[in-house]
């Protein structure tokens, strides 16, 4: 890091403070004499910190604090986040302050390919007290960058359709199952969208939250990028169809809110559509178990995907604690990393239902599926991680969305407006290009 005179120094770290949100960290990173202290940032709900009252342990503090009893020559200084949290991580990374252990979800190919984290693929190897094998396989590929890994993950996420068992009842319909196709979904969505009112405007909507962005579309063509990272994969004949299906239901069918509408349609709030209970169908991930469980007003379950010609494909992502390249203690931030893996760790971690454990004997117990609880079907959860696809999986990735989104915006703007994108193929071509210019960029500039 370039060294700052000392005005230039105060006016960096005015700067950061007024970015960075406010956030929960204990003490510094002063040695205690005999130990060594490690920073670990992770992102954190308000069973970690907000609305809970002084002296409250959230699951992290309790965890942190057994692995201090079984570590006693380490010290960890946890740094809690609940927004902003790839921003100020940034900020930190460029002022030379990464911490030692770093949760990362999805950003992490984006920070990986600044060269942010430890190579763990070595240690790894050689350790033979961790074995990976219990561990959802597709949940490790998405933390490895260039064929090495760099983090192991304790949880991860899918989606799946959520629906209104009661609107189904009402209007004497079979529920979905997991072998159902996009034309049943389709079919289902014309029959369950009504306007009861006469006055040209749904009162009821047959699906709702399919797929904001064509996001889900994409992902049914699996992969976005080739390996070596160089080539947008998105135009496929797979993609093309699932594309023009989301399309037909906003604007052939009028069974789809446009993605603009719902907060006008439905309100504020996660899930807010489903929710309302004014719509058939919704997409839904993993995390939505517990705000939909709020819902006393009618009945509810999920179910997988449907196949388009018995293909399926789906949002998937993970969460993994990885050691910064920066830290000066290594071996103690892998006992860290090491200890996020195990069943006491994610055992805590997910009790709430926010997410999937990463170990597979956990996630297939009753203490995930929960069947006591709604959703019954919550094995679908995991069913779909056979076909989930992390979107955006590049270095360039947030760039590259940004791209491919003002594509999108133009797609869904209404019939008649001089800008709107009128076709797939059109859609499709000036998408590709927009993507592929950026990761050609990116390359270019490594």
Same mark, same amino acid.
């Given at each position: 890091?370039?060294k700052?005179?000392?005005?230039?120094?105060?006016?960096?770290?005015?700067?950061?403070?007024?970015?960075v949100?406010?956030?929960?960290?204990?003490?510094?990173?002063?040695?205690?004499?005999?130990?060594?202290?490690?920073?670990?940032?992770?992102?954190?709900?308000?069973?970690?910190?907000?609305?809970?009252?002084?002296?409250?342990?959230g699951?992290?503090?309790?965890?942190?604090?057994?692995f201090?009893?079984?570590?006693?020559?380490?010290e960890?200084?946890?740094?809690?986040?609940?927004?902003?949290?790839?921003?100020?991580?940034?900020?930190?990374?460029?002022?030379?302050?990464?911490?030692?252990?770093?949760?990362?979800g999805?950003?992490?190919?984006?920070?990986?390919?600044?060269?942010?984290?430890l190579?763990?693929?070595?240690?790894?190897?050689?350790?033979?007290?961790?074995?990976l094998?219990?561990?959802?396989?597709?949940?490790?590929?998405?933390?490895?960058?260039?064929?090495?890994?760099?983090?192991v993950?304790?949880?991860?996420?899918?989606?799946?359709?959520?629906?209104?068992?009661?609107?189904?009842?009402?209007?004497?319909?079979?529920?979905?199952?997991?072998?159902?196709?996009?034309?049943?979904?389709?079919?289902?969505?014309?029959?369950?969208?009504?306007?009861?009112d006469?006055?040209?405007?749904?009162?009821?909507?047959?699906?709702?939250?399919?797929?904001?962005?064509?996001?889900?579309?994409?992902?049914y063509?699996?992969?976005?990028?080739?390996?070596?990272?160089?080539k947008?994969?998105?135009?496929?004949?797979?993609?093309?169809?699932?594309?023009?299906?989301?399309y037909?239901?906003?604007? %052939?069918y009028?069974?789809?809110?446009?993605?603009?509408?719902?907060?006008?349609?439905?309100g504020?709030?996660?899930?807010? &559509?489903?929710?309302?209970?004014?719509?058939?169908?919704s997409?839904?991930?993993?995390?939505g178990?517990?705000?939909?469980?709020?819902?006393?007003?009618?009945?509810?379950?999920?179910?997988?995907?449907?196949?388009?010609?018995? %293909?399926?494909?789906?949002?998937?992502?993970?969460? &993994?604690?990885?050691?910064?390249?920066s830290? %000066?203690?290594?071996?103690?931030?892998y006992?860290?990393l090491?200890?996020?893996?195990?069943?006491?760790?994610?055992?805590?971690?997910?009790?709430s239902?926010?997410?999937?454990?990463?170990?597979?004997?956990?996630?297939?117990?009753?203490?995930?599926?929960?069947?006591?609880?709604k959703?019954?079907?919550a094995?679908?959860?995991?069913?779909?991680?056979?076909?989930?696809?992390?979107p955006?999986?590049s270095?360039?990735?947030?760039?590259?969305?940004?791209?491919?989104n003002?594509?999108?915006?133009?797609?869904?703007?209404?019939?008649?407006?001089?800008?709107?994108?009128?076709?797939?193929?059109?859609?499709?071509?000036?998408?590709?290009? &927009?993507?592929?210019?950026?990761?050609?960029?990116?390359?270019?500039?490594?």
């Open positions: 890091m370039c700052l005179n000392r005005y230039l120094k105060v006016a960096f770290i005015m700067l950061v403070l007024l970015a949100p406010a956030f929960v960290f204990a003490g510094g990173q002063k040695e205690t004499k005999g130990k060594v202290t490690l920073s670990l940032m992770k992102y954190a709900d308000e069973t970690d910190l907000g609305k809970n009252p002084e002296g409250y342990k699951p992290s503090d309790k965890l942190i604090a057994e201090m009893e079984k570590n006693p020559n380490i960890v200084k946890p740094i809690y986040l609940n927004e902003k949290y790839s921003t100020t991580y940034a900020i930190k990374l460029a002022a030379g302050e990464a911490p030692d252990v770093v949760w990362m999805g950003a992490f190919l984006s920070f990986a390919g600044k060269g942010a984290f190579n763990i693929n070595d240690r790894i190897k050689s350790d033979k007290s961790l074995n094998d219990g561990i959802f396989p597709k949940a490790l590929d998405m933390y490895k960058y260039k064929g090495d890994l760099y983090g993950p304790d949880a991860v996420t899918t989606n799946v359709v959520v629906y209104n068992k009661t609107m189904f009842d009402k209007a004497g319909m079979a529920y979905p199952k997991d072998n159902w196709t996009m034309d049943e979904m389709v079919n289902k969505a014309k029959k369950l969208t009504k306007d009861i006469g006055n040209g405007v749904n009162d009821q909507w047959g699906i709702a939250d399919w797929d904001k962005n064509g996001q889900t579309s994409l992902l063509g699996g992969p976005m990028f080739n390996k070596e990272g160089t947008v994969l998105i135009d496929r004949p797979i993609t093309r169809a699932m594309l023009q299906i989301w037909n239901m906003i604007f %052939k009028k069974v789809h809110p446009l993605p603009a509408e719902s907060k006008t349609l439905f504020s709030g996660s899930f807010r &559509a489903f929710k309302s209970g004014k719509v058939a169908m997409g839904f991930a993993a995390w178990r517990l705000p939909v469980r709020t819902v006393k007003d009618f009945d509810w379950d999920v179910v997988m995907y449907p196949n388009y010609k018995g %293909k399926i494909g789906g949002y998937m992502s993970g969460e &993994a604690y990885l050691i910064s390249a830290t %000066k203690h290594p071996d103690e931030a006992k860290l090491k200890f996020t893996t195990t069943k006491e760790w994610e055992t805590l971690q997910t009790a239902g926010s997410s999937i454990p990463s170990l597979k004997a956990l996630a297939n117990s009753n203490f995930f599926l929960e069947p006591q609880k959703p019954k079907n094995a679908a959860f995991l069913e779909m991680i056979k076909y989930g696809t992390l955006w999986a270095p360039a990735g947030r760039e590259i969305r940004r791209a491919y003002a594509n999108v915006q133009r797609l869904l703007l209404p019939i008649g407006d001089k800008d709107k994108i009128t076709s797939i193929d059109k859609f499709m071509k000036l998408a590709t290009a &927009a993507m592929q210019k950026v990761l050609d960029d990116y390359n270019a500039g490594k």
